[in-house]
């Protein structure tokens, strides 16, 4: 049982993982290479999508990751995984006090209403979620490295 929560746990997150690496380095180099007011209309719909569902997706991967660490405890591996979740959390912390409060002001922008600093508020998300991208990635291989 130990070893399908370990899976289903990996899975569930490192898709997450996925999701947050594409936004990054697929995603958004997409939308700002549009023409005109379409980069921004679409990072306004990605932030309200991807705003309603990363919540639970964060704290889903958190609770499943602090069961595999109690249910794991005296087994092999489980400073990985206590250490994984910790970043995991540090991701969160980061999201809420950092990248949240950008995000919930840009999903709300049109061409109209939009900020003049609106580019440097999006570059700064941007910065903040380089480094949140690369936390997701070493906690991601702290947990696929407890799995071995």
Same mark, same amino acid.
């Given at each position: 049982?130990?070893?399908? %929560?370990?899976?289903?746990? +990996?899975?569930?997150? /490192? ?15 997409? %939308?700002? #290479? ?5 980069? @921004? ?8 999508? &991807? /705003?309603? *569902? ?7 991967? %958190? ?7 109690? #249910? /794991? ?6 400073? %990985?995984?206590?250490?994984? /979740? ?9 999201? $809420?006090? &950092? &990248? ?9 922008? +049109? ?9 440097? @508020? ?18 991601? #291989?702290? $947990? *696929?490295?407890?799995?071995?």
């Amino acid at each position: 049982m130990l070893n399908a %929560l370990e899976v289903f746990a +990996t899975v569930v997150f /490192g898709v997450m993982v996925g999701v947050e690496f594409s936004v990054a380095f697929v995603m958004n180099p997409i %939308l700002n #290479a549009l023409p005109e007011d379409s980069g @921004q209309l679409g990072h306004a719909h990605g932030g309200r999508m &991807l /705003g309603a *569902v990363m919540p639970f997706w964060y704290i889903g991967s %958190l609770v499943l990751v602090g069961i595999w660490a109690i #249910a /794991g405890w005296h087994h092999h591996g489980t400073g %990985l995984v206590v250490t994984a /979740g910790a970043l995991l959390l540090v991701s969160v912390i980061m999201s $809420l006090l &950092l &990248l949240v409060p950008i995000n919930n002001r840009n999903k709300t922008w +049109t061409p109209e209403n939009r900020p003049a600093d609106w580019k440097e @508020q999006m570059n700064r998300w941007n910065r903040f979620h380089y480094v949140r991208v690369a936390i997701l990635i070493a906690a991601f #291989a702290l $947990l *696929v490295a407890a799995l071995v």
